[in-house]
T-cell receptor, first 111, second 115 residues
């Protein structure tokens, strides 16, 4: 079993919809939780990170962490076609050494 | 400094040849990471440096792989005697370490194709 599980999709939604992306993990030592966006043939771009449990909002993006359930989410409000990309969750422990990534969810926003 | 820079962006090589990739991190970042990403998968950790010291290597990093970061600046990743299974995107990332700033910023990657 992988340390981080993420549904690879693909996920296709209409423009303006609320998108929910999720990851589960097994390592209770993870303290930092990140979301990256990756366009085709490009490097991952950091969207936001959260420390420990709780919510964090940045514009149309909201990240949630539930450490008791080992479950993290990314919500995208008012989704745009430009949000079409692969979304990767990533995690690391205290000391912030290597990141452990999920498989990535491929998202398409249809105009 | 606009971000992490990787060179070359693409490399096609014949099986058995050696290849070397370069990464220039964000200038104030003391940590540098190498990851490998195959199609449809998330990046997998290979190794990381804090300044010039290589602190951890993944089991994925076989004896044919070597990474260096002389003087704690740029880094190189060399693959000797390439195999078709080495075909992947090689990603470099940097961060300002010690846990307070865990964000790692990635370069655009070097896409390696072994034929």
């Amino acid at each position: 079993q992988k340390e981080v599980e993420q549904d690879p999709g693909p996920l296709s939604v209409p423009e303006g919809a609320i998108v929910s992306l999720n990851c589960t993990y097994s390592n209770s030592a993870f303290q930092y939780f990140m979301w990256y966006r990756q366009y085709s043939r490009k490097g991952p771009e950091l969207l936001m990170y959260t420390y420990s449990s709780g919510n964090k909002e940045d514009g149309r993006f909201t990240a949630q962490v539930d450490k008791s359930s080992k479950y993290i989410s990314l919500f995208i409000r008012d989704s745009q076609p430009s949000d079409s990309a692969t979304y990767l969750c990533a995690m690391t422990g205290q000391g912030a050494q290597k990141l452990v990534f999920g498989q990535g969810t491929r998202l398409t926003i249809n105009p | 400094d606009t971000g992490v820079s990787q060179d070359p962006r693409h490399k096609i090589t014949k099986r058995g040849q050696n290849v070397t990739f370069r990464c220039d991190p964000i200038s104030e970042h003391n940590r540098l990471y190498w990851y490998r990403q195959t199609l449809g998968q998330g990046p997998e950790f290979l190794t990381y440096f804090q300044n010039e010291a290589q602190l951890e290597k993944s089991r994925l990093l076989s004896d044919r792989f070597s990474a260096e970061r002389p003087k704690g600046s740029f880094s190189t990743l060399e693959i000797q005697r390439t195999e078709q299974g080495d075909s992947a995107m090689y990603l470099c990332a940097s961060s300002q370490g010690l846990g307070v700033y865990p964000e790692a910023f990635f370069g655009q990657g070097t896409r390696l194709t072994v034929v």
